[in-house]
Structures are given as structure tokens and as C-alpha cells.
């Protein structure tokens, strides 16, 4: 999407559909003469930020009773003038007033073409444009509160600083270049080397960190996983405190994914119910058992299930046989005893350090869920530092790291400054294109277009 900021935009920014009040909004240079052209009211030498009542007529058919709200530019969201005429929620005359700005000399905004002329005016740069999608589609207070801090500039500063310290140090390296003949150097290699260290700490704990961010984003999985009647369905069942999974005695029923979704403590987990893994000679079992162990590779908990009734031994030989078919060593494993309200000798749980309960009777889950809640916590504090929650935006860090550990080995080689300065302007591109100082049109299109139309 390229921008075309010449022409005057409109769109519906209130959800589609009927409701009590529809909110369409107006942006461009000739925002206020259109806008006029319909309404009772002359608005041209209204002070910025003030309300109008009045209406909206084709010719003399009285359309609707408005409120419209004035933004002179540049203090409006896109920075340009900008009214939002807010009126009463019917679909008819939602449509017959976007029709009548139509027809006045207005364009349908794309998709996000809001957001992107606000971008595009400085009103914010590319990483807080993005935080606004999430902010929108965020479901659960975690996840509203990491969009609101990146919309807020908190990871853009920390983007910001890093490409400072850089900007300097290249430009030093740069200078060293000009005077080549004369073998000088303005850039302190010690001095260098440390901001190197300093830069590439701070790029790993931002990269560290989107395995958090990610999950509290599009929620925490967390996949169940056991023997054949080890009580799977029924504990997924008592979470979501509703028959999701079928329950049976005959082992072997799941055979297929159940999963669903509930909040917790303003955060946002999926928990799975996978297949019983044990040998079997059943072609569709060993389909789901695959399927339950791959999304055990993909999960951040384990709740390791088991009967509490088995033999401690054989407990323990089919979980390391399950470990050994993932290939992250890194996912939490929660061990669960289930149906210890059968179990006559508790004592013999003593040597294993699992949680005890009985998802039948509900026993001991507040005990489970808090263990859960504690190490989904333990990742990372969203209070306190920056957390990444954007693919690009980890993709673009990744890269950008790399680039300052080729400039690391390029110092401790001895490599030439015209070198070593392109490994820095290759880090400093990687850095300027979260932030969109380093953009393109393909770029911002794919960005931008994922936004509602009104935004």
C-alpha cells in the first residue's frame, strides 16, 4: 500500500453492524469543506477539540441528529484535520452518511490508512503503530498491558538509545576513514568493544524475551500430557468447567487434539488435551499420540499426568522415553499425581516431587494453577522491563545482534574500519527498521493492511 495522502478520507471507525451510536471519521485536507457541505453548522473557524450539535441533510431529507467533534491539524490522531461524526447506530444511516461524504469529494480509507498518514506525519513511529493493532485485538489485561506499554514509546526509547550509542560510534569509524592516510584513530577500540558487550547484552534479553511476549499475546499453551486413563480429559474438563473431552474408562478415547482457552489472573492460557502415549498397534492412535507429542514440542507447561496408583519406576521410564522426542529441553514439566483420592498409601509419593491431586473430585487444583500461574511469572515481569511480543520485531533483533557480533570479531581481527563500519550500518538498518526509520513501501503495505478499516 503506497501512501496517497492528497485525497480526504472516510470510514466507519465503530464496529460493522447496528448499535446505539456509529462513529465515522473524516481526515484531509478538505475534511471540514466536505464535511460543511452537509452539515447545519459552519465548523471551518471552530477551535480544534470542540463538539457540534446539529444535522446532516441530502438536499432537504433530513438524514440524522449528529454530534461532530473538530481536531485541527496537527493535533489529531493522523495529524491532519480530522472531524468524527458520531450518530445514531443504524446500519441505513451509517451507509447513507458515508454515501453523502462520498459523493462530496471523500475516498474510502484502506485498511489502517488511518494509523499509516499518522505514521507517516510523525505522530508516532512504526513499533507503536503496531502496538495500536495489538492494543485493539488485546483480550486479557496482560496482553493490554504490554500493547499499551509499547504504544506508550517503552520499547521504541529502548530501540532508540541503542541506535544513539551506534550512530556515534559509526560516525567515528567514518571519520577514521576520511583521514586513512594519516593512520588515526578517532574510535577507542576498548572503549568500542565495551559498547559491543553493552548493545549485545541488552539485544539478547530483548530477543530472551519474546518467548514471553508471544505467549501473552496469543495465550500460554499448555499441553496435558500421559499415559492412557491417567484422568487427561477430566482435569482439561475441570479447568474450563465445562464437558469438553469425552470421558471414559476404555483407554485410548482421545485420539485426537482438544484444546480451548480460559484466563487466568488477567492472563490468557490454552490448555491441550493430547492422546495417551503408550505402544500401540492402532494406526489412528499413533496418528494422535504423534500429533500429542508434537504439540508437547510446542508448548511452555508440561503438566505431566499420571496415575498416582503406578509404579514410580515405570512412571519414570515413560516420561524420559517422552523427553526423548522433544527436542526443546527448555519447556517447564509440572508433574501431576491424579486420583490420590484412590490411593490408600500416600506416602509412597514421597520420593517424587509432583503436585498431588484429583481432578474428579476438583482436589488440590488451586494448588496446581497457582504452580502454573508462578512459573508462567517467573519468564518474565511485564512490570518492569521491556517485553517483545512482534515476529518482526524479534526477526529484526536476531538480525541486528548478529550484525554487532560480526563487528565484535571484525575488531578482534583487526579488520580494516571501512569493514567494520558496514557491519555497524547493517545493525543500525536491522534497529531503524522496527522503528520505521528504515522502511519501504512493501513493508509498511503488509503492516498497515492488517488494521481495521477505520483505523
Not at 484422568?231 to 474408562?249: H, R, Y
Amino acid at each position: 500500500m503506497i501512501l496517497d495522502s492528497t485525497d480526504t478520507i472516510c470510514a466507519l471507525s465503530t464496529a460493522n453492524g447496528m448499535g446505539a451510536i456509529a462513529v465515522i471519521r473524516v481526515s484531509g485536507s478538505d475534511a471540514f469543506s466536505i464535511v460543511s457541505s452537509v452539515f447545519s453548522k459552519e465548523i471551518v473557524n471552530q477551535q480544534s477539540h470542540t463538539a457540534h450539535f446539529g444535522t446532516i441533510k441530502e438536499g432537504k431529507e433530513l438524514i440524522d441528529e449528529v454530534l461532530i467533534t473538530v481536531f485541527k491539524n496537527p493535533a489529531s490522531f493522523t495529524g491532519e484535520d480530522v472531524i468524527e461524526i458520531a450518530c445514531h447506530g443504524s446500519v441505513y444511516i451509517q451507509q447513507q452518511i458515508l454515501k453523502l461524504l462520498l459523493s462530496n469529494g471523500c475516498r474510502l480509507a484502506k485498511a489502517g490508512e488511518f494509523s499509516m498518514r499518522a505514521f507517516a506525519n510523525g505522530k508516532f513511529d512504526l513499533s507503536q503503530a503496531e502496538a495500536i493493532s495489538d492494543l485493539i485485538s488485546s483480550t486479557t489485561e496482560a496482553s493490554h498491558k504490554l500493547a499499551m506499554q509499547q504504544m506508550r514509546g517503552g520499547f521504541s526509547d529502548e530501540i532508540n538509545l541503542l541506535r544513539e550509542e551506534l550512530v556515534n560510534f559509526a560516525s567515528l569509524i567514518e571519520l577514521e576513514l576520511d583521514f586513512s592516510e594519516e593512520d588515526v584513530e578517532f574510535a577507542d577500540r576498548t572503549q568500542l568493544n565495551e559498547l559491543l558487550e553493552r548493545i549485545s547484552i541488552k539485544l539478547r534479553s530483548l530477543i530472551d524475551s519474546f518467548s514471553y511476549g508471544n505467549v501473552i499475546k496469543n495465550g500460554v499453551p499448555i499441553s496435558i500430557i500421559g499415559a492412557p486413563n491417567s484422568g487427561k480429559s477430566t482435569l482439561l474438563n475441570k479447568f474450563l468447567k465445562e464437558e469438553k473431552a469425552i470421558v471414559s474408562n476404555i483407554a485410548g478415547t482421545t485420539r485426537d487434539i482438544v484444546e480451548d482457552e480460559i484466563v487466568i489472573e488477567g492472563i490468557k492460557y490454552r490448555f491441550i488435551d493430547t492422546a495417551g502415549i503408550r505402544d500401540t498397534e492402532n494406526e489412528i492412535e499413533k496418528m494422535g499420540i504423534q500429533r500429542a507429542i508434537e504439540k508437547a514440542g510446542k508448548s511452555a507447561i508440561i503438566l505431566y499426568l499420571f496415575d498416582a496408583s503406578e509404579e514410580l519406576d515405570k512412571v519414570k521410564q515413560e516420561f524420559e522415553l517422552l523427553k526423548s522426542q522433544l527436542t526443546d529441553d527448555t519447556i517447564d514439566v509440572i508433574w501431576v499425581a491424579n486420583k490420590i483420592d484412590l490411593l490408600e498409601d500416600k506416602s509412597k509419593l514421597s520420593g517424587i516431587d509432583c503436585i498431588k491431586i484429583s481432578a474428579s473430585e476438583g482436589e488440590n487444583l488451586e494448588e496446581l494453577t497457582h504452580k502454573i500461574i508462578e512459573i508462567t511469572n517467573s519468564k518474565q515481569s511485564q512490570e518492569q522491563q521491556v517485553v517483545v511480543t512482534n515476529v518482526r520485531h524479534f526477526e529484526a533483533l536476531t538480525k541486528a545482534n548478529e550484525a554487532i557480533q560480526q563487528v565484535t570479531n571484525a575488531l578482534e581481527m583487526g579488520i580494516p574500519g571501512d569493514l567494520v563500519a558496514i557491519d555497524i550500518r547493517q545493525a543500525l538498518h536491522f534497529l531503524g527498521e522496527i522503528t520505521g526509520e528504515i522502511s519501504t513501501d512493501e513493508l509498511l503495505g503488509n503492516i498497515f493492511s492488517k488494521f481495521c478499516i477505520g483505523k
